[in-house]
């Protein structure tokens, strides 16, 4: 059947008269003619060896670099058709797209439509498809020149089975910094030349785009349903793609390394697959239709699910627990109800996924914890071979740290052995992930003391184990010796490196008998006044300063009052600060991020870096950040409040720290905040509300700073406390008790982002200009905050503090950086926890007005037990014992100061 378009151009060409009247009316009518021309003879004429489907929508910052390198292409390929669908775009989309029609008319044709989706716009261009093979690349990516060439060559080229896709290799162009990145996951596929595999059982060869391959169109499913519109987010091209191999048994996949799809990775992250966890269906059409759905397809029409197949589903899943495991607050919006429906459609899944494909699978960072996780949640199952893992030792007690992984509800004791009699282990802890709720694995850790001459061995329920250091295998006995050269970091590859890189390595090396042996003390790259400032004063003032040196920026507003005050500055990221860093005995800091860690790339430089870490923390630790802490390489943990220090260092917590590594002295700062509230009067009510991540996001401004999102002004959040900030009840408190009322917001945000109304006679104070929030925290009479760890140092010096949590549904739920820790602010806080703006100013009036229940003065008293200035001393003796050398003492020595080697509490 031919549509009005074909029957009308075909008329014009025989009606001589009509043709003339149209060639004689100008040179529109002439244009036109040709068109019409040009546009029949690909309908009637040469069959397009090649369609390109492309889905449309609000690509136009994108589409002219695709058509860009379409036309670019080193191939005489001149038989291919593009079919672009514009699938109701509401930018300039659709204007970008005719304008490359009208320079190439004869290979772009354009279907518009509203918006359905990447699937149904790909149906809808497939059934216009005439090529022989057909591609679905997407229009904000783009081809390398030699593309088009390449993938003809290997369809033109002879196999001994047919041809049936031909796979191309996908490269990361990132946007923002307009870098190319060939670090796909899957890169491996194209690290030995062209590889040519059957359908029958491609291996570790799983292919989940759909963009950057060639099929051929006989032997697709029917245009109306070859992408399936329910599969989204994400699964949709591998859904299809691989139903097709399923479909045809017995043809050849081919993967060719040179012809490079460049996938932009965008700046903006707003492309489908960055925001797909973000959509509902990630956790329900996306398991159900997607992966559930091929697995069952493949069952039924071959009767077993290829290997591939099931590395494929798992390959997908296991990016996803991951990031669940990571992040477990984005399945908070299912529900109990949700969470369990998924749970059951992830069973029925791995049902189809067998023992032997899990325990062996290593794609997409599957490592062993994820292995042990899910052969025990979804098979009952443990690996083959259990393992034990080398991870750290301390020569000078004489001691190494093993951990293992225990899966989901499973439970054992490895038994160990050394020189064949049985051990017990000293100074566990472990580490728990949770995944929909229920234990996903934990991480159990213990220390064996070995001497030299030792060797050690494990077994779980008689089955030997394999002793392990990341990837690399010592076998079931291991000693010393073994252990030093695993534990060995290898230099890295000279001719890997960059000429600044080799650079800068050999300048760590040099300068090492000037900074070896030394300590380097740290709060942030661009502000001092926290713990390292204090403790470094301290080390000045009692003469133990020697070796010791302070880093920070010199764009820093602290830069100039440090270097007056005799600090040793090393300004941050300068060559000096990295030879120093490395060569430290001692690396001291009160933040603990990656740039703070490792200020150049780790990998290049971790087997030159020698020192230790005692992290001094920045605040009292009231909620859960284990996830970010236990991955850390802390040696000494300082901490505050008693309470804090006995839940970091329980064996049962989940925190990976034992009484080896954590002090309980008190913070560094305390001992001048107390100096300080005893100089100045406490004439202010303190506002501190923090920042939220659900109502921020990362924003371009310098230093990776937060703005807004939209819809800001309709939250909670503002309405609450701009009302409490407005009320007249609070300015009539602070008038009637002679009191200032100061607001003091987060530094890594500005004060108009939340859209806080702040009338005059409150005053504002910005700290990424003022230098002290000590002597804010020492005028304090009350502070309201939230959950700012400020309230732990209002509540050091005894004065009373709000909560006002308007948002804790929020918050507790997983929509902030908050876990709930071992500090229940209704249990255990320093004031108060209100929820609305009438019960603030209410505590607040209490409070001023000398009512305060003494309950919360009673915690404050308990929870701190050092006020007596003296906490610098203590921090210091401890580092002293760090970089100290004593061959055999106890393994509590740094920490506790014990030399003795008696007995520790065993597993």
């Not at 593009?82 to 190439?104: H, L, Q, R």
């Not at 040519?196 to 349903?225: F, K, Q, Y």
């Not at 008790?737 to 945000?749: A, C, F, K, Q, S």
Request: overall charge negative; proline content about 4%.
């Amino acid at each position: 059947m031919y549509n009005g378009s074909y029957l009308q151009g075909l008329h014009l060409l025989i009606n001589l008269r009509s043709a003339k009247k149209l060639s004689g009316s100008g040179s529109k009518g002439l244009s036109g003619f040709r068109r019409c021309v040009s546009w029949l003879k690909n309908q009637i004429g040469v069959t397009p060896r090649v369609s390109l489907v492309v889905a449309c929508y609000n690509v136009e910052p994108y589409i002219d670099d695709f058509f860009e390198s379409v036309f670019s292409q080193d191939s005489t390929l001149r038989c291919f058709e593009i079919i672009a669908v514009n699938d109701g775009s509401t930018d300039g989309t659709a204007g970008k797209i005719a304008n490359w029609v009208s320079k190439y008319p004869d290979y772009i044709r354009v279907i518009h439509q509203n918006n359905s989706g990447a699937a149904a716009a790909r149906n809808s261009g497939l059934k216009w498809a005439r090529g022989d093979w057909v591609g679905f690349p997407d229009p904000d990516d783009f081809f390398s020149e030699n593309y088009f060439s390449t993938m003809l060559a290997e369809i033109s080229h002879p196999h001994q089975n047919p041809l049936l896709a031909v796979c191309s290799n996908l490269v990361y162009y990132r946007e923002a910094t307009d870098v190319f990145s060939d670090t796909h996951p899957l890169r491996f596929r194209f690290a030995k030349g062209v590889r040519r595999l059957g359908t029958d059982e491609m291996g570790n060869h799983v292919h989940l785009s759909g963009a950057s391959i060639w099929i051929r169109r006989d032997r697709m499913p029917c245009s109306e349903t070859a992408f399936d519109k329910k599969v989204r987010p994400a699964f949709e091209d591998a859904h299809f793609v691989n139903r097709v191999f399923v479909s045809n048994p017995g043809m050849t996949v081919s993967f060719l390394p040179e012809a490079v799809y460049y996938y932009r990775k965008r700046e903006a992250k707003n492309s489908l697959l960055d925001n797909s966890f973000a959509k509902e269906g990630f956790f329900t059409n996306k398991v159900r239709f997607g992966l559930l759905d091929l697995l069952d397809f493949s069952k039924t029409t071959r009767g077993y699910v290829p290997r591939y197949i099931q590395r494929t589903c798992l390959y997908d899943l296991v990016f996803a627990f991951r990031r669940l495991i990571e992040y477990p607050e984005i399945v908070e919006h299912l529900g109990t109800h949700g969470k369990e429906d998924y749970k059951a459609i992830l069973g029925r899944i791995f049902e189809h996924i067998d023992k032997e494909i899990i325990d062996s699978f290593s794609l997409a960072g599957c490592t062993e914890e994820h292995r042990v996780a899910l052969l025990s949640i979804f098979k009952g199952e443990r690996p083959a071979t259990p393992k034990i893992y080398v991870r750290q030792q301390d020569p000078d007690a004489g001691i190494v740290q093993f951990s293992y992984y225990v899966g989901g509800p499973d439970e054992f004791t490895p038994t160990v052995f050394i020189d064949g009699r049985e051990v017990t282990p000293i100074l566990p802890s472990s580490r728990r992930t949770t995944f929909l709720d229920h234990t996903y694995f934990r991480q159990k850790f213990f220390w064996i003391v070995l001497d030299e001459n030792e060797k050690i061995s494990f077994e779980v329920e008689g089955v030997a184990c394999q002793i392990r250091h990341g990837r690399h295998s010592i076998g079931e006995f291991a000693d010393r010796i073994a252990i030093n050269e695993i534990l060995y970091r290898q230099s890295p590859e000279p001719d890997k490196l960059d000429s600044e890189t080799l650079r800068l390595r050999d300048y760590v090396r040099e300068s090492a008998p000037q900074f070896r042996g030394g300590m380097v003390l740290m709060d942030r790259e661009d502000r001092a006044g926290d713990n390292a400032e204090h403790l470094y004063r301290y080390l000045l003032k009692s003469g133990r300063a020697h070796g010791a040196r302070f880093v920070l920026s010199k764009s820093s507003i602290d830069w100039d009052r440090l270097q007056k005050d005799g600090f040793d500055l090393l300004d941050y990221g300068s060559d000096d600060h990295i030879a120093a860093q490395l060569n430290a005995d001692v690396f001291a800091a009160s933040h603990i991020d990656q740039n703070v860690l490792w200020p150049v790339r780790k990998a290049s430089f971790a087997d030159l870096a020698r020192f230790e870490v005692a992290y001094l923390q920045h605040g009292v630790k009231t909620k859960d950040v284990v996830r970010r802490l236990n991955l850390e390489p802390i040696r000494l943990f300082v901490t505050a409040m008693k309470g804090e220090a006995d839940a970091i260092s329980d064996p049962g917590s989940n925190y990976s720290f034992t009484l080896r590594e954590v002090i309980f002295t008190g913070f560094p700062r305390h001992d001048s905040l107390v100096a300080r509230s005893n100089e100045v009067a406490a004439d202010s009510i303190t506002i501190l509300p923090t920042w939220r991540k659900y109502l921020s996001e990362l924003g371009n401004t310098e230093g990776g700073r937060r703005q807004g999102i939209p819809h800001l002004s309709e939250s909670v959040f503002r309405s609450q406390w701009n009302a409490f900030l407005n009320s007249d009840r609070l300015r009539d408190l602070s008038l009637s008790h002679g009191l200032r009322v100061r607001l003091v917001l987060d530094p890594n945000v500005f004060f108009d982002i939340y859209e806080l109304e702040v009338p005059d006679w409150i005053e504002t104070v910005d700290m990424r200009v003022e230098s002290s929030y000590q002597d804010i925290y020492a005028r304090t009479r009350v502070a309201v905050t939230d959950y700012s760890s400020a309230a732990s140092e209002v509540a050091y010096l005894q004065r009373p503090v709000v909560y006002f949590q308007v948002d804790a549904e929020e918050i507790m739920k997983g929509d902030h950086l908050y876990d709930r820790g071992c500090f229940d602010f209704e249990r255990d806080g320093f004031g108060p926890v209100v929820a609305c703006v009438n019960d603030a100013l209410a505590a607040v009036e209490t409070v001023v007005s000398g009512d305060e229940d003494p309950e919360y003065a009673a915690r404050r008293d308990q929870r701190f037990s050092f006020r007596d200035g003296r906490c610098c001393e203590r921090v210091s003796n401890a580092l002293d014992r760090l970089r100290s050398s004593r061959q055999r003492h106890s393994p509590l020595y740094v920490s506790r100061g014990d030399v003795s080697k008696g007995k520790i509490t065993g597993l």
